[in-house]
């Protein structure tokens, strides 16, 4: 959380700086869902995610060099430079692809539950998405058809209460996200979103059921991110203040949760000077890392040869 | 060579598919009926069972977006849209995914996918159950896009179109499931990005797509019986597309007629021409003519949509006017 945390603050500078030129969409605020979810995942299982998922990325255990390296767009970045931000994959961690379509890998990851299931594999596929996904149609469709085939998936809904620039209710006219799998008989719950060891515990449920052929869940985490839609301000999201909801958040920063638990264990603070270096580290390498080069624009329009994992 | 109907054709290689690859299976809406697929899905839920063959819920969009995923891990789906209007809603998971996942990664992914679609063209059916779309799918990088118009090449096509790496749009056309010519039993290829030459000419080069070859092969007839010799094309795939062959055609005939089963406006057929009247412009001795559907949604009536549809006669014509010919009764007067 904390690794997750620090890298998101580096490239929110380099978003200030006008280094990082693609859409940033920082994690900060939410870090106890994708660490809590990953934490209950097995190595083989699979992750697919949107436009917010630095976090998902990082919590798998994905490259931070070729994070930094992919957001500004060098020849070592998890997706060769040619994503950005946004299109992240770090196949042998199980990071499958993020893109930016507003439930874009949501039917993709119940694919990927589809093909375990046929093959027979004991593997589990999760689909992280925001609040606003649940407003796209073929969420919906995908919710059935994996309650239908009794699919090893989960939905991850990450509650923000924004979507873009909207609040939840200038979307919606009720609070009800943890009822949306009721219709298609899928499990669905709240979690405090903010609450590590709540979601991990919850995360774990929902695994051992897709993992046992019981099918999927959904899981609504409430959380709140700290910085706007895009980019790395903290109080003008998209043209619209919420400086006094924020503090409230502030309050209940993940992180700090989670360190008091283990100090009320007797567990001391983690140690940030690691990760600074570590930070620093992959920051000078990406820097390095050359940029593709404007030749090599047409290369794998079409793939070679079929690639499975 | 025993003969199949182009319907059997797309059977038979589903059925050898299945057979022979334990990643395949097949999903989409009216997998176990013959009213939506025909005879080119018959029996074979009984045959490979319904967890290969997969009648799906009415959800063009995640049925497809769960192929593509499917497809990332490992598998080798066939998505079904029986009617091609209906695909509309898939858009998102063919062309923002299926497309670019290959290019965005740099090459560490490829979504073997096959998406079959089918033109329902004719029976009163009107403007939602009519349309031919493949130019949409054509503009897109990333995806193939092929129309067989033969029971051979149904077959074949289909196979090629599963061993390809990449997303490919395969669509079919029920007009064409009653045609018949003979088709091998064994799993032939026929290689995507190669047209067929169906006839030779000297005089003028006609390239159809999918239903309109057949069209440009009887108006190749009607011109003969008029002393005009026309080259016929069959293009078979229309991304990539065998240029190679059309130029080489139009430079020896110096007279072109592309004939498109979709819209003129930005059609497969404005392509086509634009290529020729290009790469070939000093061996054109006349303008490409085109023969596609008018800018307009599909009627229904019977007199309304008899003359929506091009065919045979609106080629011949196309031909005679890029040769300069008079019609034929005029010359015979």
Not at chain 2, 18 to 30: E, K
Not at chain 2, 96 to 117: C, D, E, H, K, T
Not at chain 2, 163 to 168: F, G, H, K, L
Not at chain 2, 235 to 261: F, I
Request: glycine share 8%.
């Amino acid at each position: 959380m904390v690794r997750i945390r620090m890298a998101e603050e580096a490239v929110g500078r380099m978003v200030e700086t006008g280094e990082a030129r693609c859409p940033c969409h920082l994690y900060i605020g939410q870090e106890a869902i994708a660490s809590g979810v990953c934490a209950a995942l097995d190595a083989a299982d699979t992750v697919w995610g949107g436009h917010r998922s630095h976090g998902h990325y990082l919590a798998r255990g994905g490259s931070l060099e070729a994070m930094f390296a992919e957001i500004l767009g060098r020849t070592t970045g998890c997706s060769g430079g040619r994503g950005g931000s946004m299109h992240l994959l770090a196949v042998k961690q199980g990071i499958l692809g993020t893109v930016p379509i507003v439930a874009g890998t949501v039917p993709l990851a119940v694919g990927a539950a589809m093909a375990y299931k046929m093959k027979k594999e004991a593997r589990v596929a999760t689909a992280f998405f925001g609040d606003g996904t649940l407003e796209e149609g073929h969420v919906h469709e995908s919710m059935n058809l994996a309650s239908l085939y009794r699919l090893p998936v989960i939905f991850i809904c990450e509650n923000n209460l924004y979507s873009s620039h909207l609040h939840w209710t200038e979307r919606r006219v009720a609070d009800n996200l943890d009822k949306a799998g009721d219709f298609h008989s899928i499990p669905s719950r709240r979690v405090d979103g903010n609450d590590v060891e709540a979601v991990y515990s919850a995360a774990s449920a929902a695994v051992a059921r897709a993992r046992t052929g019981l099918g999927p869940s959904l899981l609504e985490c409430r959380t709140f991110r700290w910085r706007g839609h895009v980019g790395a301000s903290t109080d003008i999201d998209v043209g619209v203040k919420r400086r006094g909801e924020l503090a409230d958040w502030l309050a209940r920063d993940p992180i700090a949760r989670v360190e008091a638990r283990l100090r009320e264990s007797g567990i001391e603070d983690l140690d940030r000077n690691p990760i600074v270096e570590e930070i620093k580290d992959a920051l000078h390498a990406a820097r390095q890392a050359s940029f593709p080069p404007p030749g090599r624009v047409l290369d794998h329009i079409y793939a070679e040869a079929a690639c499975a994992f | 060579m025993r003969i199949l109907n182009y319907a059997q054709a797309i059977r038979e290689a589903h059925a050898q598919i299945l057979a022979s690859d334990a990643r395949a299976f097949v999903i989409g809406q009216g997998l176990w009926s013959p009213w939506y697929a025909g005879a080119s899905l018959e029996d074979l839920d009984q045959q490979f069972s319904r967890d290969r063959v997969v009648d799906s819920p009415v959800s063009e969009n995640a049925t497809t977006g769960l192929a593509v995923g499917a497809a990332l891990a490992g598998m080798r789906p066939i998505v079904f849209h029986p009617r091609m209007d209906f695909m509309l809603l898939a858009v998102d998971p063919i062309v923002n995914q299926a497309a670019n996942w290959s290019y965005l990664f740099r090459g560490q992914v490829a979504v073997p996918l096959v998406i079959r679609a089918v033109i329902n063209r004719g029976g009163e059916q009107g403007a939602q159950h009519s349309q031919a779309l493949h130019a949409m799918f054509m503009h897109v990088p990333g995806l193939k896009v092929v129309m067989p118009s033969t029971a051979y090449d149904a077959k074949g096509l289909l196979l090629a179109a599963l061993d390809d790496p990449n997303p490919v749009l395969y669509v079919d056309d029920r007009w064409l499931y009653g045609t018949s010519d003979p088709v091998p039993e064994e799993m032939f290829r026929v290689p995507i990005g190669k047209a067929a030459l169906r006839r030779a000419g000297r005089d003028v080069t006609l390239v159809g797509i999918s239903s309109m070859a057949a069209e440009c092969s009887k108006a190749a007839e009607m011109l003969a019986e008029e002393n005009i010799d026309a080259e016929v094309i069959d293009l078979r795939s229309l991304k990539p597309w065998d240029s190679e062959l059309v130029l080489a055609s139009v430079r020896k005939t110096a007279h072109a007629v592309v004939a498109d089963p979709g819209w003129k406006t930005a059609g497969a057929s404005a392509e086509i021409a634009a290529t020729i009247s290009f790469e070939a412009f000093h061996d054109l001795r006349e303008p490409v003519e085109r023969v596609a559907l008018p800018d307009c949604p599909a009627p229904t009536s019977r007199l309304e949509e008899a003359s929506y549809y091009p065919g045979a006669r609106e080629i011949s014509a196309a031909a005679r006017k890029t040769l300069r010919r008079k019609p034929a009764q005029e010359a015979a007067a």
